[in-house]
């Protein structure tokens, strides 16, 4: 195990790399994740993320080695996770966690919340994260979940933070409530899309307002301290990177709570400015 990256940081980033913006071919991500998971920052690579389409697609078989560990995204329904699962077997893929939709936005995400923790009841011990809308029927899909969990199903959260329109982008305050909403439940969570850079900022092509992955690691650590969502809300919108590397520091080898971490279409961005920031120091020349 690599002692380059701190606690805070073990698997923090899985590899979303044929996901958008990215969008690499898997002849081209397997290799490249393979390198990542073989590099003096592996400790800090999740698995990687692979459209469930992909899988039964076919696209997958021949490219991994009997027992890597994928994420599978169900991107074809929660219905259609089975399917998918049968296509890996014969590679003896080992699936880490899957992760879907359970609605789209306005729609109510009860139903496929239920279908979903009926699958994970099912799934053998699978750790299954529930894509929930930031929308109407939030704090019920938020209380399903808990309930689930509670009674030992392997279910978590999962929002969306980022996209092709500013809509998908939530503020400051309404991250900071869906976050003190999850710590009021001792319900984990999962981000994706959007946390490109460690700190918050804003796209000059798009002038979409970014979170940033410190933001959101400090501002998670001050809710499960008991921060409400107004002090939670302003650690997120936060530029001042010392304001953020500070508590990075003091806690950096104990173990992340509640933010179980995020996708990015990009390992080496991320990483470049943790070492950039001085919160990694290793082998890699930025």
Request: net charge negative.
């Amino acid at each position: 195990m690599s002692t380059q990256v701190p606690r805070l940081f073990h698997g923090l980033i899985d590899d979303a790399a044929v996901f958008p913006p990215g969008n690499a071919p898997l002849p081209e991500a397997v290799p490249a994740h393979r390198a990542h998971r073989a590099a003096w920052y592996a400790d800090l690579v999740g698995p990687l993320l692979v459209p469930a389409s992909a899988v039964t697609a076919g696209e997958l078989s021949g490219l991994v080695d009997p027992g890597t560990e994928i994420g599978l995204i169900g991107d074809t329904g929660v219905d259609r996770l089975p399917f998918a699962l049968s296509f890996l077997e014969p590679d003896g893929v080992r699936v880490r966690q899957i992760e879907t939709a359970v609605a789209k936005r306005g729609e109510d995400p009860q139903p496929g919340l239920a279908a979903l923790v009926e699958l994970t009841d099912r799934l053998d011990g699978i750790q299954v994260y529930a894509e929930i809308p930031l929308a109407w029927g939030l704090l019920g899909a938020l209380d399903t979940v808990a309930r689930a969990r509670a009674s030992g199903v392997p279910i978590a959260a999962k929002f969306r933070t980022g996209g092709l329109a500013a809509e998908l982008f939530p503020t400051p305050v309404e991250l900071a409530a869906v976050i003190c909403a999850c710590r009021d439940r001792e319900l984990p969570f999962k981000l994706t899309a959007g946390l490109h850079h460690a700190l918050r900022h804003t796209d000059p092509e798009t002038g979409f307002n970014h979170h940033g992955f410190l933001n959101v690691l400090v501002a998670t650590s001050a809710a499960v301290d008991g921060a409400e969502v107004g002090e939670v809300a302003e650690l997120l919108a936060s530029t001042d990177p010392l304001r953020l590397i500070d508590p990075i520091r003091v806690r950096r080898e104990q173990n992340r709570r509640l933010w179980v971490g995020f996708g990015s279409c990009s390992i080496i961005e991320p990483l470049t400015d943790l070492v950039r920031l001085g919160l990694i120091n290793g082998g890699y020349s930025a």
